[in-house]
């Protein structure tokens, strides 16, 4: 069934995790920036049904995984810091490095939003490549440095998209 686990103070997962529903993890529910979602070394799978997470910062300790397969994978930065994608990053946001995109596995959508900027630098086809569709949403801008590769790339910005390097769909 469905799964809605929320805290103030972040969100460990310490063991493999399935799902069979809808799965909301709110780890920073009161937006006082302490809102970590942890995997450690452990799998987070929904069974191919939507995950949401609202959070300080990603952490996914070496050997984590999160397997959405066709459903849609949502982040939501609780902070409005900002996204370092890469080798980024971004003071107070959230960040998430190549390695750990590389262990997000989405064949539909994976989107990333955030009432402020979104900063990538240098995805490889290998970090991007288990996820179907990237798409990025910022309230203020977004920024490519370095070259990047995705299969599919959306980016939505209030404040314009910056690409000041060559990347690759």
């Not at 569709?133 to 599919?152: M, R």
């Amino acid at each position: 069934g469905n799964v809605d686990l929320d805290a103030a103070d972040g969100i460990t997962i310490n063991d493999d995790f399935t799902t069979n529903g809808d799965t909301d993890f709110n780890a920073d529910t009161d937006a006082a920036g302490a809102g970590i979602f942890t995997l450690n070394n452990v799998t987070l799978d929904t069974q191919n049904n939507p995950l949401t997470l609202t959070l300080a910062d990603l952490v996914l300790v070496p050997n984590a995984s999160i397997v959405v397969g066709n459903a849609t994978f949502t982040v939501n930065e609780s902070q409005n810091n900002g996204f370092g994608v890469g080798e980024t990053t971004v003071a107070g946001g959230i960040n998430i490095s190549g390695a750990e995109l590389q262990s997000i596995f989405v064949a539909a959508n994976v989107t990333f939003n955030t009432g402020a900027s979104i900063a990538v630098d240098n995805i490889t086809a290998a970090n991007s490549g288990n996820i179907g569709i990237l798409n990025l949403i910022a309230g203020q801008n977004i920024t490519f440095d370095d070259d990047s590769t995705f299969k599919t790339l959306n980016a939505n910005a209030d404040d314009g998209v910056f690409i000041n390097t060559a990347g690759s769909t």
